[in-house]
Each structure stands twice: as structure tokens, then as C-alpha cells.
Nanobody, 118 residues
Framework: VQLQASGGGLVQPGGSLRLSCSAS????????MGWYRQSPGNQRELVAS???????KYTDSVKGRFIISRDNAKNTVNLKMNSLKPEDTAVYYC?????????????WGQGTQVTVSS
């Protein structure tokens, strides 16, 4: 299984970005999948998750600003990030996940850097 996140970049506070997670070796549609982030000096945290029925769950820090979704035709899981704040700056990764639960993870793939700065 290989996971790869893409779509990061530099954005001003209040701006938006759309991240995409692609996978080889698994069908993302049948998995609970999540977006994680890790900033320097901090542990990796799960911020958004989606199950096979497209139900979603978010941490309070991103609720109302981030939207996780699936594109089953492309076998991707996406994260639309709106109203970005400097504290959203981190490397973002995708893996199995459900906010509030500990799921068995795949090997971590390549993350994508998101920098929110003026």
C-alpha cells in the first residue's frame, strides 16, 4: 500500500487549499480514511475523517472550516481547507483513521506541506 498526499502550498491567512490523497494497492472507498497533520515539535494529529458511507468527523480545531470528501472514481480522498489560519501550518498526511478512534495504520506515505503566512 502506498499513500501520497498532494496539493499543499503557501497561502495567506483566510485563504483556501485543496489537498488530495491517492493510493495504490487499496480501495479507499471501503476504508475509514483520515487527514493528519504534524507541525514542528508536535505530535501528528488526526483532524478530519470519512467512513465508507461518507459520514464525516472533525476535530474542533478545523470543524466548520475543513471539508473531507471522496472521489470514488479516482480512488482519492480530498480535504478542502477554508479560512486557513497560521496555526494550520503543518505537513499533512493521509492514512486510515476515524476521529476519536485508534485504527491500524498503513505505512506513512509522502505528506504535503501547507504553510499559512502573510
Amino acid at each position: 500500500v502506498q499513500l501520497q498526499a498532494s496539493g499543499g502550498g503557501l497561502v495567506q491567512p483566510g485563504g483556501s487549499l485543496r489537498l488530495s490523497c491517492s493510493a495504490s494497492g487499496i480501495n479507499l472507498r471501503i476504508r475509514k480514511m483520515g487527514w493528519y497533520r504534524q507541525s514542528p515539535g508536535n505530535q501528528r494529529e488526526l483532524v478530519a475523517s470519512i467512513d465508507s458511507g461518507a459520514s464525516t468527523k472533525y476535530t474542533d480545531s478545523v470543524k466548520g472550516r475543513f471539508i473531507i470528501s471522496r472521489d470514488n472514481a479516482k480512488n482519492t480522498v480530498n480535504l478542502k481547507m477554508n479560512s486557513l489560519k497560521p496555526e494550520d501550518t503543518a505537513v499533512y498526511y493521509c492514512n486510515t483513521g476515524w476521529v476519536g478512534d485508534d485504527l491500524q495504520l498503513f505505512d506513512w506515505g509522502q505528506g504535503t506541506q501547507v504553510t499559512v503566512s502573510s
